[in-house]
């Protein structure tokens, strides 16, 4: 079993090195997303903004499968009770955040944390659906602002929960090291510097777009 699973890691780290929000809008669109997106992240958001809401739909869908596939692979093998299980369930979250095609560079790794825990299903729903229940909670009732504090807190939250489902016996202790690894990742991914560097990076787009907002203005007259 240990073999099977060393060999689901490397699997898992190589899918989620594959960032589709890279290469699908340059493909379809001859458009880099990661330079024209103010805070250069190749997701999904900036895909559907740069390159068109089809395109940023297979990305997403990308993102979300090569979470999946790994998972359910190593759950159909019976891997669920392995010891290293949770660094299955997480590594195509390492690898998106941190590709091995793009020197480590990667994504905040959102879709593919839920495409891990859709990975899960049919014999554990409850991750998944506390990750959901959790992500519309603060888009839809306690709207937090901007997308990367939505993203910290919801993953907070669900790390709690993981801790929760196991105490109650819901969730083996392998799935909920795999959520707590996965949540952390996240976590790091959106932090509080990477929001200031995006507050900042917006700020100076404003400015230059307001500094060329007069040249323009009298090159028309």
């Not at 929000?21 to 001859?30: A, F």
Request: hydrophobic share 50%.
């Amino acid at each position: 079993m240990l073999g099977q699973q060393l060999v689901m890691i490397v699997v898992g780290i190589l899918s989620g090195s594959l960032l589709f929000s890279r290469y699908l809008p340059k493909m379809l669109k001859k458009v880099d997303i990661v330079a024209l997106s103010e805070d250069h992240n190749p997701g999904t958001a900036n895909a559907m903004q740069h390159a068109g809401i089809p395109v940023g739909i297979l990305c997403l869908l990308g993102d979300i499968f090569k979470g999946v596939i790994p998972v359910h692979m190593a759950m159909r093998l019976g891997l669920e009770s392995g010891s290293l299980f949770f660094l299955v369930m997480a590594a195509p979250v390492l690898g998106h955040a941190f590709s091995l095609f793009h020197r480590g560079k990667g994504g905040k790794a959102i879709a593919v944390s839920f495409g891990v825990l859709i990975g899960l299903m049919p014999v554990h729903m409850e991750p998944v659906f506390a990750l959901c229940s959790i992500y519309l909670f603060f888009s839809l009732v306690i709207r937090l602002r901007p997308h990367t504090r939505r993203t910290r807190v919801t993953f907070m939250m669900l790390a709690l929960s993981s801790l929760y489902m196991v105490h109650v016996q819901w969730i083996p202790g392998q799935i909920c090291g795999g959520m707590l690894l996965v949540s952390g990742i996240v976590v790091y991914k959106n932090s509080l510097h990477q929001q200031i560097l995006e507050e900042q990076a917006r700020r100076q787009a404003q400015e230059v777009a307001a500094a060329a907002a007069p040249d323009t203005k009298q090159a028309l007259l």
